[in-house]
């Protein structure tokens, strides 16, 4: 009985002091640590990968700028060398007028010239003779004292018009070399345009890989919270304005534009294209404030000061949003979008992309414009 005791009292000593692995369910002081390596390296990892995403977009975001800017500027040459055709068209229409005058002028000093002088030669050009310099028969035989104060009248009058018409000549000549210096430039822009807009193809297509390929680094270091966070959101911007939500079209020219500019949702991105079936951003609100009547250029340079600038919390429906820097050259605003409540916009973004809603903050948001 004794011994019964004894191995007993031994049996419970030895549950004592050596306990099962489970019954302590307190991590140790290893598992700790390993925890804590594991939880400063996937910081570590979500670090790097969320730096390396965020280079990666403002490459994108630099490429998209860049090409913009030189496409607002071919734009901007576009518009400029029109005004140029229109001013040189004129021009010649004025020069027109005035030596069809001048031409009306000469043939009456000649008819007059032709009664006093009568024994002349009429089949020589009589307007030379009047006209010449030198040796001339002005100066041989005096015709401004010949001819009387009312027949004087009439030779300063073609002299007049003649004078006109040598000045409008120039300015003709000047219209025409400035048409011709703009259609270069939009040459020389719609170069410089393809070019940037082929650069930022080419170096689309890998980013957005390396994009997505960081991405999913970073997913995978983020809680599932943070990424049902984040799908939430990019989720509500896409559908905030669905086609099924679209508003009803309000009596403003504002909705007008806006109402139309929604239409055109999923219209593909072309550089300077105005419709119906593409688009570039200064295209667009050209096209959707022509539907409300009012006519403004296909640019962002002169759509920045096509109206009063509204502060963003005095925004309406239709009001032209701008982004890029405000300097004093217009080409410095290199993009354009469309108010449309709740924060948003609608725009054609780039090339590769299609007409879309999106927020309108951005960082390089600069100010709004009311068209009128």
Known sequence: MHSVRAGLLVACLIATLCPPAYADPRPSADDVAEARDA??????????AAAKLAAAQ??????DAAAERLVEAYNGEQVKLAAAKVAAEAARTRLLDAETMA???????????AQAYGGFDLGRPILTMITDGGDGFLHRASVLEQMGGER???LDRMRAAERVAEILREQADDAQTEQQDAMERAEEAKTAATAAVAEQTRETKTLLATKKKLQDQVDSARSLADRLARERAAAFERTSFSAGA??????TNGDIAANWALTQLGKPYVWAADGPSSYDCSGLTMRAWERAGIRIDHWTGTQWTSGPHIPLRELRRGDLLFFGRITSDPGDIHHVGMYIGRGLMVHAPQTGDVVRIASMWRRDLVGATRPR
Request: glycine residues 8%.
């Open 39 to 48: 939880v400063r390296d996937k910081n570590k990892a979500l670090g790097a």
């Open 58 to 63: 403002g490459r994108l975001d630099e490429l």
């Open 103 to 113: 031409e009306t002028a000469r043939a009456d000093v000649a008819a007059i010239a």
């Open 152 to 154: 004087t009248l009439v």
């Open 246 to 251: 679209l508003p009803v079209a309000g009596s």
